[in-house]
């Protein structure tokens, strides 16, 4: 062969293999994907944390702050607040966890959704006690379960109480079998995250039409039209920023999640 032909084989302007191409390709889509479901996490968790601040906020600045029994008034600001911490602040994060935390073994991260649900349970339990409690205490009585905020809410309880029940029976006591419970708990997992997305947009659903309901019957709806107040303000704005928490979580949720992405490692498990 002559060292022309030989030069020629050896050049460096020979286009690389396709095969290499492909893998260039698969990397950068790789870590593309990781950066954006990142940042997807990380506005969800500020929207989430947002929303929990504002309504406090709210509460504190306008609404006088939080009593007991002896202020029925007040002793309702615990309602808002605590359903926005049980529906949206610790479900949000709860999901979240489940889809960002990749460092521990499978069990460990079903175990922090749970505790966060839990967390959710209390405060929602709260925040029912309260309003029933405060509307019982006003005097004349103001009826319960008559507007479309009650009828949502009532609903959103019952699908978060049914999917708590079905998630802790499912994914956790059946891990006692787990060898044959295995091919079930697979089956239920996408049915599981879909009604948990559904029931945390219904949370969201609920909290603004709470929110507005609210603002029309303290402010009026001649001062909350006029924007009199920077209470109105402050309604439509935690009222926004729970509907972005709501967009954001369902788009997070849906991304390709960083736990599947191919990464490079080398485990060892001599132990």
């Given at each position: 062969m002559s060292e022309e032909t030989e030069l020629a084989e050896d050049s460096p302007n020979e286009e690389d293999p396709p095969e290499c191409n492909d893998e260039k390709s698969k990397e950068e889509d790789t870590m593309g994907s990781k950066v954006g479901f990142v940042f997807s996490m990380l506005i969800t968790g500020i929207f989430l944390t947002a929303s929990l601040v504002l309504?406090?906020?709210w509460v504190m600045m306008y609404r006088g702050g939080y009593?007991?029994?002896?202020?029925p008034k007040k002793e309702f600001n615990f309602h808002p607040t605590l359903m926005v911490a049980g529906f949206i602040f610790f479900s949000g994060f709860s999901m979240l966890f489940y889809r960002m935390v990749t460092c521990c073994r499978k069990i460990f991260v079903k175990l922090l959704h749970t505790v966060f649900h839990a967390f959710?349970?209390?405060?929602?339990?709260?925040?029912?006690?309260?309003v029933w409690d405060s509307h019982e205490l006003e005097n004349p009585k103001i009826p319960n379960f008559y507007s479309l905020h009650s009828w949502l809410g009532l609903t959103t309880m019952g699908l978060f109480a049914i999917q708590f029940v079905v998630g802790f029976f499912s994914f956790l006591i059946l891990l006692c079998c787990e060898g044959r419970t295995a091919a079930c708990r697979a089956a239920?997992?996408?049915?599981?995250?879909t009604f948990g997305i559904i029931t945390f947009v219904m949370a969201c659903a609920t909290a603004v039409t709470g929110i507005t309901e609210k603002a029309i019957f303290t402010l009026g709806a001649k001062s909350y039209s006029t924007w009199e107040t920077e209470e109105a303000l402050i309604v439509n704005v935690l009222g926004v920023v729970i509907a972005a928490a709501a967009i954001s979580i369902v788009f997070t949720l849906h991304g390709r999640p960083v736990r599947k992405l191919p990464i490079r490692m080398t485990y060892h498990t001599d132990l």
């Open positions: 309504v406090i906020f009593a007991w029994q002896s202020e959710s349970i209390v405060c929602i339990a709260i925040g029912f006690l309260t239920l997992v996408p049915t599981h995250a």
